[in-house]
């Protein structure tokens, strides 16, 4: 059942991925298609969903490789949901309004903002072994949240591009763009801190005693 899912939703993960390129590729207002790339690779939704495209592609495919090894792990199942679920409740709370997607781009962004992050955190609840988790893994699982937020800044102070309205630091000022990143960090935290409570409540639960 879980290798059936998991390989349903990684072509779905996959397809999403492969459709937003292309619809990037394809829009004539796009810079060059090195810069077009940059800056596709540059958007938190887009490297979060390839994080869960890969988790979900490794068990499925061959769970004896190092892909899936390396995605069999609790720690790395619950960094990613942490991160494609933020992905998900900013999109909803802080751009879902902003812009008004048609077509094949509603398709491609409905599906990388709501239904791969439901996806993950269902194969999270529902597959991934509980009980392993410790209250620190949280605060790791922020340094690749750090380095993009270093990246982003580095990258739109040398080209003037933002992937986030609420990273333009050339109309909101730098104070202001570090305010919300704080803001995220923050709440990226949070999130953490429910998945390990989440995990260490199941935890305790799969190791109980059945009753005779």
Same mark, same amino acid.
């Given at each position: 059942?879980?290798?059936?899912?998991?390989?349903?939703?990684?072509?779905?993960?996959? %397809?999403?991925? !492969? $459709?937003?390129?292309? *619809?990037?590729?394809?829009?004539? +207002?796009? @810079?060059? =298609?090195?810069?077009?790339?940059?800056?596709?690779?540059? %958007?938190?939704? !887009? $490297?979060?969903?390839? *994080?869960?495209?890969?988790?979900? +592609?490794? @068990?499925? =495919?061959?769970?004896?490789?190092?892909?899936?090894?390396?995605?069999?792990?609790?720690?790395?199942?619950?960094?990613?949901?942490?991160?494609?679920?933020?992905?998900?409740?900013?999109?909803?709370?802080?751009?879902?309004?902003?812009?008004?997607?048609?077509?094949?781009?509603?398709?491609?962004?409905?599906?990388?903002?709501?239904?791969?992050?439901?996806?993950?955190?269902?194969?999270?609840?529902?597959?991934?072994?509980?009980?392993?988790?410790?209250?620190?893994?949280?605060?790791?699982?922020?340094?690749?949240?750090?380095?993009?937020?270093?990246?982003?800044?580095?990258?739109?102070?040398?080209?003037?591009?933002?992937?986030?309205?609420?990273?333009?630091?050339?109309?909101?000022?730098?104070?202001?763009?570090?305010?919300?990143?704080?803001?995220?960090?923050?709440?990226?935290?949070?999130?953490?801190?429910?998945?390990?409570?989440?995990?260490?409540?199941?935890?305790?639960?799969?190791?109980?005693?059945?009753?005779?």
């Amino acid at each position: 059942m879980a290798r059936l899912y998991r390989a349903a939703f990684a072509c779905v993960g996959w %397809f999403a991925l !492969i $459709l937003q390129y292309v *619809l990037a590729l394809i829009d004539e +207002t796009q @810079p060059s =298609l090195g810069l077009m790339t940059l800056n596709y690779f540059s %958007f938190f939704t !887009i $490297l979060s969903n390839i *994080l869960v495209a890969l988790a979900l +592609t490794g @068990p499925a =495919l061959s769970p004896g490789s190092r892909l899936g090894r390396w995605a069999a792990s609790e720690g790395v199942r619950a960094a990613v949901a942490m991160y494609i679920v933020v992905v998900g409740m900013t999109y909803h709370f802080l751009l879902a309004a902003t812009w008004n997607p048609q077509g094949w781009t509603l398709v491609g962004n409905n599906l990388l903002h709501y239904v791969m992050p439901i996806a993950f955190v269902v194969d999270w609840l529902a597959f991934t072994p509980k009980g392993r988790l410790r209250w620190i893994d949280p605060v790791k699982w922020l340094i690749p949240v750090l380095i993009y937020g270093a990246w982003t800044l580095l990258h739109g102070t040398l080209s003037g591009w933002w992937p986030y309205w609420f990273v333009d630091a050339d109309k909101l000022g730098l104070g202001t763009v570090m305010a919300y990143f704080a803001g995220l960090l923050v709440f990226f935290l949070i999130v953490g801190l429910i998945i390990v409570a989440i995990d260490r409540t199941f935890g305790r639960r799969d190791r109980r005693p059945l009753p005779a």
